[in-house]
């Protein structure tokens, strides 16, 4: 059990487990004023993002040349942090959201949050651990100004925004979870 708590303090959890809830709590405040239209997905979308964000800072350990060079397996508790990372972010916008107004239905947090997990497993492989939310944030903002999502690529573009059970949406949140889940899985950030 300590090494649950070394790794959870080497890779910042505490600090970004604090940013979620706040983050989290401050969207909810927000949304229980009635002034968001209803149907609106950019305030949860918004609060996801954030939460991937903040827990793509422990994607990346103290020491990279450390890291490589344990005597522990990383594929799996790599694999695990970014689904448990995903989960996390994911249950406490549920668990506010019992509290009063509802932002999004389950399915849609459910496919959000991993999609944008899997973005930033993707950007700590390719850009580092420092990085990893630059692909979730990027991806967030261009999706904000992407034209409507009437053909193919706009809807993948956009995926984030599209109603639950979208086709496109869920495909391409399947397949940014997969690719970014095993890619840093295996090669696990960069240097």
Do not use: N
Not at 48 to 63: E, I, N, P
Not at 86 to 107: C, E, H, N, Y
């Amino acid at each position: 059990m300590r090494w649950v708590t070394l790794y959870a303090r080497s890779r910042q959890v505490p600090a970004s487990l604090a940013v979620v809830v706040i983050s989290t709590v401050a969207a909810w405040a927000l949304a229980r004023d009635g002034s968001g239209e209803p149907g609106d997905l950019r305030l949860p979308v918004l609060v996801l993002a954030a939460g991937a964000m903040a827990v793509s800072v422990g994607l990346g350990g103290q020491d990279l040349a450390l890291d490589r060079t344990a005597a522990i397996r990383w594929v799996p508790r790599r694999a695990a942090h970014v689904l448990l990372g995903g989960a996390l972010v994911a249950a406490i916008l549920l668990a506010v959201q019992t509290a009063g107004a509802d932002l999004a239905t389950t399915a849609f947090i459910v496919r959000d949050s991993a999609g944008l997990m899997g973005l930033a497993a993707v950007g700590a492989a390719g850009c580092g651990g420092p990085y990893a939310w630059t692909l979730p944030f990027a991806w967030l903002s261009c999706s904000f100004f992407a034209p409507p999502p009437t053909s193919a690529p706009t809807q993948v573009a956009s995926w984030m925004l599209l109603p639950p059970g979208t086709a496109a949406g869920t495909w391409t949140a399947v397949v940014l979870t997969a690719v970014g889940t095993t890619a840093y899985a295996v090669a696990g950030p960069r240097r």
